[in-house]
Structures are given as C-alpha cells and as structure tokens.
C-alpha cells in the first residue's frame, strides 16, 4: 500500500503544482493565477506519494461559517487509480476539526469525475447556471454536453442592477453569496 501525505502546499512548490495543472481545462487553469494568494492565505494542500504532488485541494471561509471547497484536481499520470478518493478523505478529516456551518463546492456540469466523488462525500447539488462566456473552442468541445437555458439580463444602472441581484433565487438560495466566473463574493448593496 503505498503512503498518502497531506501537507499544506508551500511556496517552494509552485514549479510541481503548475506542472500538475498544466493541461487541466485545456491549459486554462486558474490555479496559476491564484498559487501566491492561495500560500499566504493559508488552507491550500497537497497530497503526496513518494514525496511527489499527486493531489491539489483548498478551503477558504466566506461570511457566516460558510467553507468553500475549491481546487480540487489530480495528477493527471494518476488518475482512475483512487488518488482523488484518497485525497478526499485525508482533507475531510482536517476539514472535521474546522468549525464551520455549510461546506460548498462549486463543479462544471461536464467534470462528472469530480461531480460523482463530491456525491460519494454527501454533497448534493443546490443550484445549477448557465455558462455565458467561454473560450470559443471549448465551447465547440462541450456544446452537445451543455444544456443552455438562457438565463441573461444586461443592466446599465447600478441601482437596478443591485436590486436585481439582491433579490434573485441564486443569492438568497446562496445566503448572500454571488457567484460570478466560478468565484463566490460575498457581497452586499
């Protein structure tokens, strides 16, 4: 059996971790962008085999006792081999010690891998949005998987915009949280 190590992902990991995320969303990972902020900020982990990264996940606390699970991913040299299993149990027992209210998570309709384990660990999915920006060639890729229902208001006032956001299904289902381009806000007029 081999030996699955969590520790909090450091600085000094920065080259193995975009290795890792290098062709995740067809080279469009985010993780890149956020690798520095996610260090300081603490509650970003890594799951290692042989001393090597195979494994990437991160809390963050929103308002209200609200945990935020993002960032999950796996090696892509070790995946259908229970990596993804193993990391999910590690960070949920670190995860039991936290004391928050509500865990979240939010997944692309399309990751069905990551939607499956998810269930397995007692999430559920609350809510579901349409995608209205996407790279044109990804889009092509996933267009007979999304089911589009065309949710879209444009509004050049602040005001009603406030208004119309503040009084939505999506913020009150969320408690206050906004979701925009895969991030959650919390946000107030």
Known sequence: MVEFV??????E?????LALCRDIWGGRDYIPYVF????????????RIDGKIVALDKYTWQNNGILWLEGF??????????IGSMMSREFAKLLKGLDCRVMRSMSAEIN?????????????????YDNYGLWEEVLKA???KISLTGRVKKESNAEAAADFVLSSHDYKLYMGLYIANWVAFDITR
């Open 6 to 11: 969590l520790s909090q992902v450091r600085e």
């Open 13 to 17: 990991d920065k080259k193995e971790v």
């Open 36 to 47: 520095e902020e996610w260090v300081k900020e603490g509650g970003f982990y890594c799951g």
């Open 73 to 82: 991913r796996v090696h892509p040299d070790f995946q259908g081999q229970g």
């Open 112 to 128: 069905e891998k990551s939607r499956h384990l998810a269930g397995k660990k007692g999430f559920y999915v609350l809510a579901e």
């Open 142 to 144: 996933v267009a007979e």
